[in-house]
């Protein structure tokens, strides 16, 4: 080969290796361009990913406050409703003791209202009649006196049926409290 020609050669090797260093360089400066816009874009992405799970943990726990503030308000509602249930219970309690009380001393005499015609078809009135002017008697009505066992009884029963009523009310009472609450959320 002759020297013109390897000086050709070595310039056109020489100039493929420049060519190809400096394509090297401009490739790896837009790699790093196009890597550093991809890395902005995963930032700017990060940080609305960031905020939007800042938001929904606001939003949880707005949402958990809430329904906490509910429920105490719920439980002192049912608080008041269960004093009252027993402050009923302990009054109606306390009447009936006072009542079988009376009836323990004869200060208080149980008393049953016959009808007129059933007693006259039964032979006369072997009953005594009420005095006249008794609140809400019918003047001259037979009456018989109850003996004070069965009297007891009676009280032992209505206050049973007492207890019952209140006890029934107070679980009306907690239920529509509950459903209120449920229907209120």
């Not at 206050?159 to 459903?179: F, K, M, N, V």
Request: aromatic content about 4%; proline content about 1%; some cysteine.
């Amino acid at each position: 080969m002759s020297l013109g020609w390897r000086w050709g050669v070595l310039v056109l090797v020489l100039g493929a290796a420049v060519g190809a260093r400096v394509a090297w360089v401009w490739q790896t400066d837009e790699l790093t361009k196009q890597a550093a816009g991809y890395e902005r874009q995963l930032a700017a992405k990060d940080l609305a990913h960031g905020r939007e799970r800042e938001q929904a943990a606001e939003a949880a726990l707005g949402q958990a406050a809430k329904h906490q503030a509910q429920r105490l308000d719920l439980e002192d509602r049912l608080q008041a409703q269960d004093k009252t249930h027993w402050k009923e219970m302990n009054d109606a309690q306390q009447a009936q003791v006072r009542l079988r009380d009376r009836l323990a001393t004869a200060d208080l005499r149980l008393s049953v209202l016959f009808d007129a015609g059933t007693a006259a078809a039964q032979g006369g009135d072997s009953g005594m009649r009420a005095p006249a002017g008794t609140g809400g008697l019918v003047d001259g009505a037979l009456r018989a006196r109850l003996d004070p066992a069965h009297a007891q009884r009676i009280i032992g029963i209505t206050s049973t049926g007492d207890q019952a009523i209140i006890a029934l009310r107070a679980c009306q009472a907690y239920i529509t409290e509950l459903s209120r609450n449920k229907h209120d959320r």
